[in-house]
């Protein structure tokens, strides 16, 4: 396989959108990559703008030495009826899609074709996402390599076994909802104090991402910064109070394990 292998899309919704975006942005020329989505306007819109070639889903797999699967969960089974026959035995096939495990890729696109599941998020479209993924059987360390040079431009990459997917979609997949949530949550209590939704948005989001940036930049652990800016008998001790006291931990996990197990379901669907 080439050192920059050519890439075709199935499906350019967000994570498909961030992947093209990322991989024109490292080098790839349009020549090189090549998208297909059911909505021919949004195709347009991003051809202008990376340049990728399209053709009706019946060829895109054809001639390309990476295929990503970026469509949902449920359209997977017209999709398999399409590449039906359409696979080369050496083409590289990527899924990004939740749920969708490499044995159920694998009875039907063949045990033998590589095949690598990724679970990326909504931030890799700034260059600032994690992805994760594992390797199926057909896959080899080339394989793998490759997979992190086409999942960096998103941000950090990591590698996990099959059976920890599950518990990355709910976590990093899913965790940008959640983080969006707290930031909501954190304005309207702003709002309700009296300050106005302008300044309480911008006191919101510049604190998220500053502690992140903190957590990023050094070598202490959440808890340990969290200890640091706790002052015993203090204001962010009675807050902090109250989210322990209502089993803000808890809570947290509960819902942590709502979304494994709907992935676990979107897989079985």
Same mark, same amino acid.
């Given at each position: 396989?080439?050192?920059?292998?050519?890439?075709?899309?199935?499906?350019?919704?967000?994570?498909?959108?961030?992947?093209?975006?990322?991989?024109?942005?490292?080098?790839?020329?349009?020549?090189?990559?090549?998208?297909?989505?059911?909505?021919?306007?949004r195709l347009n819109q991003l051809?202008?703008?990376?340049?990728?070639?399209?053709?009706?889903?019946?060829?895109?797999?054809?001639?390309?030495?990476?295929?990503?699967?970026?469509?949902?969960?449920?359209?997977?089974?017209?999709?398999?009826?399409?590449?039906?026959?359409?696979?080369?035995?050496?083409?590289?096939?990527?899924?990004?899609?939740?749920?969708k495990t490499l044995r159920d890729?694998?009875?039907?696109?063949?045990?033998?074709?590589?095949?690598?599941?990724?679970?990326?998020?909504?931030?890799?479209?700034?260059?600032?996402?994690?992805?994760?993924?594992?390797?199926?059987?057909?896959?080899?360390?080339?394989? +793998?390599? !490759?997979?992190?040079?086409?999942?960096? &431009?998103? @941000?950090?990459?990591?590698?996990?076994? #099959?059976?920890?997917? /599950? %518990?990355?979609?709910?976590?990093?997949?899913?965790?940008?909802?959640?983080?969006?949530?707290?930031?909501?949550?954190?304005?309207?209590?702003?709002?309700?104090?009296?300050?106005?939704?302008?300044?309480?948005?911008?006191?919101?989001?510049?604190?998220?991402?500053?502690?992140?940036?903190?957590?990023?930049?050094?070598?202490?652990?959440? +808890?340990? !910064?969290?200890?640091?800016?706790?002052? &015993?008998? @203090?204001?962010?001790?009675?807050?902090? #109070?109250?989210?322990? /006291? %209502?089993?803000?931990?808890?809570?947290?996990?509960?819902?942590?394990?709502?979304?494994?197990?709907?992935?676990?379901?979107?897989?079985?669907?």
């Amino acid at each position: 396989m080439p050192s920059k292998p050519s890439i075709a899309f199935i499906g350019a919704g967000n994570m498909g959108e961030a992947m093209l975006r990322g991989l024109a942005s490292a080098g790839w020329s349009p020549d090189e990559l090549h998208a297909y989505d059911l909505r021919q306007d949004r195709l347009n819109q991003l051809a202008k703008i990376i340049g990728f070639t399209s053709h009706k889903v019946e060829t895109t797999a054809l001639g390309y030495d990476v295929l990503v699967l970026a469509v949902k969960p449920k359209d997977f089974e017209g999709l398999y009826r399409v590449l039906e026959n359409q696979l080369n035995p050496n083409q590289l096939v990527v899924s990004i899609a939740a749920g969708k495990t490499l044995r159920d890729l694998a009875f039907h696109l063949g045990d033998r074709q590589p095949l690598i599941r990724v679970m990326p998020n909504t931030p890799g479209l700034i260059g600032q996402g994690v992805s994760a993924f594992c390797l199926g059987g057909g896959a080899t360390e080339d394989h +793998a390599a !490759l997979a992190e040079k086409i999942l960096r &431009p998103l @941000g950090k990459v990591l590698r996990v076994s #099959e059976e920890d997917m /599950d %518990a990355v979609t709910a976590l990093s997949g899913s965790g940008p909802a959640y983080v969006f949530l707290f930031m909501e949550a954190l304005q309207a209590a702003g709002v309700g104090l009296g300050l106005s939704p302008e300044a309480a948005f911008l006191l919101a989001s510049q604190t998220i991402t500053g502690a992140a940036a903190m957590i990023q930049a050094g070598d202490k652990s959440p +808890a340990d !910064l969290r200890v640091a800016v706790t002052s &015993p008998g @203090g204001t962010t001790a009675a807050a902090l #109070e109250v989210f322990e /006291d %209502a089993g803000f931990r808890a809570l947290v996990d509960k819902a942590l394990r709502a979304a494994k197990d709907r992935s676990i379901e979107l897989g079985k669907s």
